[in-house]
């Protein structure tokens, strides 16, 4: 993970904005297929190419907007993880740390360590930064989905969800944070249209090898100077 270069005046905050910058970047929660009698069926036994390659663009999104805007990505996959999820991008080197991550309560930690109404903010410039990248490499991975595939994916709400509580952090009025997850979608878009290419390979390396890790990453993308 990378640290900010400057130090901070308020040490928990500077946990915590760290943690901001380093969260899992995306899990969404699979539907269950159900049988005639109402049994769950493992949702692996109904999974298409397609669909593969649906989560495959929507992680490849989360990677290459992370890496574009110097977040940490420490791996990704497309293989269901023992928590249920279909997909899974990750930035700490150890991936058990990420999966402990509980977004909404970091955000809320933070909040309370952010200046108040009218206090000078240029203390926690870099914990702004890192809030509005996050922002935006949360979103992309559905804005991938809308640009490169036909059909979006199930149950990814929950990265709109913790990208509306971290613009919190940067505006006050729910007003104001519908509008900024506007920026950051059309921020989102335009860095995936510029960099299509390395999108897709991304996505086809995952339909490959399942799950990558930093270097693997690294590798796919070298070709194009991201």
Not at 121 to 143: D, K
Not at 167 to 183: K, T
Not at 191 to 198: G, P, S, T
Not at 199 to 224: C, P
Request: contains cysteine; hydrophobic residues 40%; charged residues 25%.
């Amino acid at each position: 993970m990378q640290a900010p270069n400057q130090k901070f005046t308020n040490p928990d905050r500077q946990k915590a904005s760290l943690r901001v910058g380093g969260l899992a970047t995306s899990r969404f929660y699979p539907w269950r297929f159900c049988d005639d009698d109402g049994r769950g069926i493992r949702a692996l036994d109904r999974r298409s190419r397609q669909f593969d390659r649906n989560v495959a663009i929507h992680e490849s999104g989360h990677v290459v907007a992370s890496r574009l805007l110097n977040l940490p990505v420490a791996g990704v996959t497309i293989e269901i993880t023992a928590s249920g999820h279909y997909g899974e991008t990750w930035s700490a080197a150890d991936r058990d740390a990420d999966a402990d991550v509980d977004t909404l309560q970091l955000v809320d930690q933070l909040s309370t360590l952010m200046p108040a109404p009218g206090e000078d903010r240029g203390g926690v410039a870099v914990e702004l930064e890192r809030a509005s990248s996050q922002v935006i490499s949360l979103l992309a991975g559905v804005e991938a989905e809308k640009l490169f595939t036909a059909e979006p994916l199930p149950n990814t709400g929950h990265d709109l969800e913790e990208a509306k509580a971290i613009a919190g952090l940067i505006v006050r009025s729910p007003r104001s944070i519908d509008a900024y997850i506007e920026f950051a979608r059309v921020e989102a878009r335009a860095l995936l249209v510029e960099h299509r290419d390395v999108v897709l390979a991304l996505a086809d390396a995952l339909l490959k090898f399942r799950t990558l890790d930093g270097k693997q990453i690294d590798d796919v993308i070298k070709a194009y100077q991201i």
